[in-house]
C-alpha cells in the first residue's frame, strides 16, 4: 500500500529565506510526483508534474526532485515570499487509478 | 479554458436532504475524478472515471453517495439522504488520462445541520 508522509508539518521561515518541503512514498513504483499548492478556502493548485523518467522539474522560484529508489521528493522554493504562504502537498498515482496524498505542509512566510 | 468547474461553492441543509454536487471538467480531459477533503481524514478519493465509465467506486462511504457522468462535459456527486458526518468539502479534480497532471477545482463546501 502506498502511504505519502510529508515533513515538516508545518514551517514558518522570513520572508527572502530559500526552503525545502519534504515528501516520502513507500512504493518506488510511481508514473509520476506532482506537487500542489492549496490556499485556504480554495482548491488544489498544481505547481509541478514530474515523470517516474525525470530527475527534477523547475518553474520560476519553484524547484521539484525525485529520488525513486530512495522514495522521496523535495520542493525547493528560492527567496521565499509571504505569497508563498500556503499548504504543499505532494501527489502520487497508486494502483492507476488513486492519487495518494501527503497530509501536506503547512508554510507561512513572515514580511 | 476556465479550468475544472464546481458548484454550488456553498450548501448548507438539513439532515436527510438530498444534496447534489456538479462538475465540469476540463475539455478535452478524459479522466474526472471526486474527492472528499476533511480536517480529520485529509484528501480521499471517492470514485474516479475514465472516458465517463466508472473504473472505481471503492471511496464511496455508503450507498447514499452515487455519481454519473452522463457525458464528457458533465458528473455529479449525490447524497441521499445527508448526515452531519457528511459535511465536508468536496473537490472534482479532472485529467487527460489518469496518470497525467491533475486539475482541480474551487470545491463544493457542503455543511448538512
Known amino acids: 500500500k502506498q502511504e505519502v508522509t510529508q515533513i515538516p508539518a508545518a514551517l514558518s521561515v522570513p520572508e527572502g529565506e530559500n526552503l525545502v518541503l519534504n515528501c516520502s512514498f513507500t512504493?518506488?513504483?510511481?508514473?509520476?510526483l506532482q506537487w500542489f499548492r492549496q490556499d485556504p478556502g480554495k482548491g488544489l493548485t498544481s505547481l509541478l508534474l514530474?515523470?517516474?523518467?525525470?530527475r527534477e522539474q523547475t518553474s520560476g522560484r519553484l524547484n521539484a526532485s525525485l529520488d525513486k529508489s530512495s522514495g522521496r521528493s523535495t520542493l525547493y522554493i528560492a527567496a521565499s515570499q509571504p505569497g508563498d504562504s500556503a499548504t504543499y502537498l505532494c501527489a502520487v498515482p497508486y494502483n492507476n487509478n488513486d492519487m495518494r496524498f501527503g497530509a501536506g505542509t503547512r508554510l507561512t512566510v513572515k514580511p | 479554458d476556465a479550468g475544472v468547474i464546481q458548484s454550488p461553492r456553498h450548501e448548507v441543509t438539513e439532515m436527510g436532504q438530498e444534496v447534489t454536487l456538479r462538475c465540469k471538467p476540463i475539455s478535452g480531459h478524459n479522466s474526472l475524478f471526486w474527492y472528499r477533503q476533511t480536517m480529520m481524514r485529509g484528501l480521499e478519493l471517492l470514485i474516479y472515471f475514465n472516458n465517463n465509465v466508472p473504473i472505481d467506486d471503492s471511496g464511496m462511504p455508503e450507498d447514499r453517495f452515487s455519481a454519473k457522468m452522463p457525458n464528457a462535459s458533465f458528473s455529479t456527486l449525490k447524497i441521499q439522504p445527508s448526515e452531519p458526518r457528511d459535511s465536508a468539502v468536496y473537490f472534482c479534480?479532472?485529467?487527460?488520462?489518469?496518470?497525467?497532471?491533475?486539475?482541480f477545482g474551487e470545491g463544493s463546501r457542503l455543511t448538512v445541520l
Open positions: 479534480a479532472s485529467s487527460f488520462e489518469y496518470t497525467g497532471e491533475l486539475f
Open positions: 514530474i515523470q517516474s523518467s525525470q
Open positions: 512504493d518506488s513504483a510511481i508514473y509520476n
